[in-house]
């Protein structure tokens, strides 16, 4: 690679990206294991993998084929919106949307993060590693999905 090539591939690294992935919150599973003879097979479940592909898929539309550099400190702000369950008050209804009710079920906040910043390794950087700074919060609202800011720090 030329140093003009280098130049322009330090010049399309992101700064920042926000994105959003549709559908009910979704944690990391733990992974799974059979028996094979005399030894044990480990593997991902299934659902982990469709929902870690719709992240990649829903960060590259939005990325359009950028990502951070090798050596970016990365911040991710994940936020999680939970659906409101149908048999709920209009009063607790209201208080939901005003974040006043927040959601403290299901999946738990650290299986969100991982899930997101496991299924961007090698697509929005390198290593998850590179994450030096995160926060993830839950609320509700009438359209269920998860919400992605990554900036370089």
């Not at 939005?62 to 369950?85: C, K, N, Q, T, W």
């Not at 961007?120 to 919060?137: F, G």
């Amino acid at each position: 690679m030329t140093r003009g090539e280098m130049k322009m591939e330090e010049d399309k690294a992101l700064e920042i990206i926000k994105f959003s992935i549709p559908g009910p919150p979704f944690g990391k599973q733990r992974p799974k294991f059979s028996g094979a003879g005399k030894y044990v097979k480990t593997y991902t479940p299934d659902e982990t993998i469709r929902y870690e592909n719709l992240v990649k898929m829903m960060y590259q539309g939005a990325a359009h084929g950028e990502r951070f550099s090798d050596d970016a400190m990365l911040d991710v702000r994940i936020i999680a919106y939970y659906g409101i369950p149908r048999s709920t008050s209009k009063k607790k209804r209201i208080d939901m949307l005003a974040h006043k009710v927040r959601p403290g079920k299901k999946p738990d906040l650290d299986n969100i993060c991982k899930v997101i910043c496991d299924s961007l390794n090698n697509v929005a950087y390198r290593d998850d590693a590179a994450v030096v700074d995160a926060q993830v919060r839950k609320f509700y609202s009438e359209t269920p999905r998860v919400d992605v800011t990554i900036r370089a720090i």
